[in-house]
């Protein structure tokens, strides 16, 4: 049991790690070179939040199944795997589509030659940015409710 525990800590720190530094990296720039290359950074490591994001989730399960943790109808696990659902709602339903949008956008502009951004691309990596800001809050209150465990 105590193994899980482990990986499931392990997990999420290398997991959500990554995660708490993409707002900062997804700063406004004017220069689209600068932009694209924070885009692009912030995509290649996506991957692992999505890895051992998901690991998290499936060692979590198997903590409550096997653990004296409670059951899912706990409030604070029920709690937790609700905001992991709002948490996916953002980063999939808003997140992703407007990540994409920015980097249609900054191919767009890179083919036609420009070297500086416009207003249409930093409101998009504004979007982006905020969208990062929200999972991240919304993470930050899964961690507080595992560590503190409210009845």
Not at 53 to 75: A, C, E, P, Q, R
Not at 88 to 117: H, N, R
Request: glycine share 6%.
């Amino acid at each position: 049991m105590e193994w899980i525990v482990l990986l499931h800590v392990v997990s999420a720190v290398v997991g959500l790690g990554p995660a708490y530094a993409f707002p900062l990296i997804l700063r406004k720039e004017k220069s689209l070179e600068e932009v694209k290359r924070m885009a692009d950074l912030v995509t290649r490591l996506e991957i692992l939040p999505k890895i051992f994001g998901g690991l998290t989730l499936l060692t979590g399960i198997l903590l409550v199944w096997l653990g004296n943790y409670g059951t899912f109808f706990t409030l604070w696990i029920a709690a937790v795997l609700i905001l992991f659902i709002l948490a996916e709602v953002v980063i999939i339903g808003f997140l992703t589509p407007a990540a994409k949008k920015l980097a249609m956008t900054l191919t767009q502009l890179t083919e036609q030659g420009k070297s500086e951004t416009n207003p249409i691309t930093l409101d998009l990596l504004s979007k982006v940015r905020n969208y990062h800001i929200a999972s991240c809050v919304i993470v930050l209150v899964i961690i507080a409710l595992m560590v503190l465990k409210p009845v």
